[in-house]
């Protein structure tokens, strides 16, 4: 099992990205796929998960209505659409997989990509 992470970058307030998490050794469609944070000096977020069941959609409050988590299955890829992006959401963001269901709890997760940075300032 293997993710591999990319699309950081730095952009200015008010700015978007879009992350890629590439799957494989498995099929990410069966499974729960998640993306956490982790700022400077902080502990790990979960940001937003795609569930394996019913492709169920889940959001941390902070990112509600700017960020959305989306599934290619014929890519083994799960993408993050970050839309007005603010200072605060800067940090390593991971994704990860769990079992199933979402969890937006980083201990629900055995296995995790290698990060990528995103940083949001002017």
């Known amino acids: 099992v293997q993710l591999q992470a990319s699309g950081g970058g730095l952009v200015h307030p008010g700015g978007s990205l879009v992350l890629s998490c590439v799957a494989s050794g498995f099929t990410s469609a069966n499974y729960a796929v998640a993306w956490f944070r982790q700022a400077p000096g902080k502990g790990r977020e979960g940001v937003s998960c795609?569930?394996?069941?019913?492709?169920?959609?889940y959001y941390a409050d902070s990112v509600k209505g700017r960020f959305t988590i989306s599934r290619d299955n014929a890519l083994n890829t799960v993408y993050l659409q970050m839309n007005s992006l603010k200072p605060e959401d800067t940090g390593v963001y991971y994704c990860?997989?769990?079992?199933?269901?979402?969890?937006?709890?980083?201990?629900?997760?055995?296995?995790w990509g290698q990060g990528t940075q995103v940083t949001v300032s002017s």
């Open positions: 990860a997989r769990g079992d199933v269901y979402c969890s937006l709890r980083s201990g629900s997760y055995r296995f």
């Open positions: 795609i569930s394996g069941s019913f492709g169920g959609l």
